[in-house]
């Protein structure tokens, strides 16, 4: 049985980001689920916690299953899931307008809440919630800013990734959409639910009961899953297999070094190139 790394040895709970992290596109990344086979015969429970919100968690399982890693729906922390369970606290059985696809709109529908595909009247809509949408038409957008100037809608995003790790490169993100809905609103989300906001992480943690020190997030990005890591007070490991370099870390180390105006909250406990790093050679 392999032994973890002196820096994560008191790990009992691992989070993962999924994109960039485990696969990219449909391709696994290599050993990944190996990584995670191991980690669980330590006996270090495994979560996920995604700010993609186009897929339902039951398709993260089955998505998971085809990569032999076995999961449940319960071990998937979506942005997707996650707004849903925010604005339920807000407002129950609420009438919501979606720029979105089937994750959002069946965690929403889930926990009882109604998604109006074209309301009759902008007034009704209580919340436009926004997230990366494949299938974007110029109707959503007017449908959206309708909503938010005409009616009383309040402005919520699953999240702002600029871009999407795929097999090849990188595709627009959900930031894309929701800077859309800025643009022809001139208002800003009332709140983001997804990295880097530490909402995910915080929620992991009242429902595994596990203390923040003894919890660690693997991410790709640093402006999303290192910094919401970081805010929630756990040890953040940066893996090398998405969208951040060794280069962006070495510059943002640079900027807090030189007194910079930066977040120092950017910067990871650890940086990796692969996941099988945090075992012992």
Known sequence: MRKLIDDLENIKLAIFDLDGVIYRGETLIPSADKVIQDLKDLLIKVVYNSNNSTATRQMYVDRLKKFDILTEIDDFYTSASISASEITKIKKNANIFVIGEKGIRKELKLKGHKVIEDPPN?????????????????????????CILEGNAQFYATNTDPTLPASRGFLPGAGVMVKAIETCTARKPIKIFGKPSPLGINLILEDTTIPPKKVAIFGDRIETDILAGNRAGIKTIAVLTGVTTKVMINDIKNKVKNLVEFDENLIPDLVINSLDEIFKK
Do not use: S
Request: net charge neutral; proline share 0%.
């Open 122 to 146: 902008y007034n009704d809509i209580d919340f436009v919630i926004v997230g990366l949408c494949r299938n974007l038409t110029y109707k959503d957008l007017a449908i959206a800013q309708k």
